[in-house]
């Protein structure tokens, strides 16, 4: 098979982001905030974790402590103890207390709405800093998750598809090159939710994919799971209802 063209796998690659756009009509950040401030503590507290486990523990961390200040002057211990059930609690615990702290200290208690700022706070990385630029302040962002990094492997939408150990910042610049930036936010959210409902990590549905294209896996293990997918029309494709459901 012919090796392919830059030029053919970006427009492979809007093709199959059109197919993701009818999958996934209206994308959303999974994570539940009323502020910048909010977002930005729910996605340090969701690394390593599931959004769903976050939004069950936010609401009495925000209720008790609704801006830096106040977080910023809590108990680690009590911190600790509401969302001990999110994993590498006392991590994150210590680092949403320091991250109030510098927001008070630095920038008068209003979060940064740029990416220097951002990832100079206590357990913010790019990632992080990505989210809240796009979902809190309307910045272009693409934030680059497993997820992320599994479909767009799976999808060879990178030159380093094969690679065990993929760098997220280069897979930033890559696929952000091939789309405006007023969809990178949209973009990220799109690959996300199709990873978490079809193209799984061990057993990805294959069979409910939307992509018009071979699904080109990494691993042999993989290639078994990643056959071409049953063409459907967009109107009659099953992945779509279900997709929706996804938070």
Known sequence: MPRESKKARIARMHQEYEQLCVEIPDPKCALN???PFELLVATVLSAQTTDKRVNMVTPELFGEYPGPAELAAANPEHVEDIIRTIGFFRTKARNIIGLSHELCVRFG???????ASLVSLPGVGRKTANVVLGNAFGVPGFPVDTHVIRVTGRLRWRSDWASPSPDPVAIEREVTACFPPEEWTDLSHRLISHGRAICHARKP???????T???RARSPRDSDACQPPRRHSVESHPAIGRVARVN
């Open 109 to 115: 208690g209003e979060v940064p709405a740029d990416m």
């Open 205 to 211: 549905d294959c069979a409910d994919c939307p992509s």
């Open 213 to 215: 294209t071979r699904v």
């Open 33 to 35: 905030f009323n502020s």
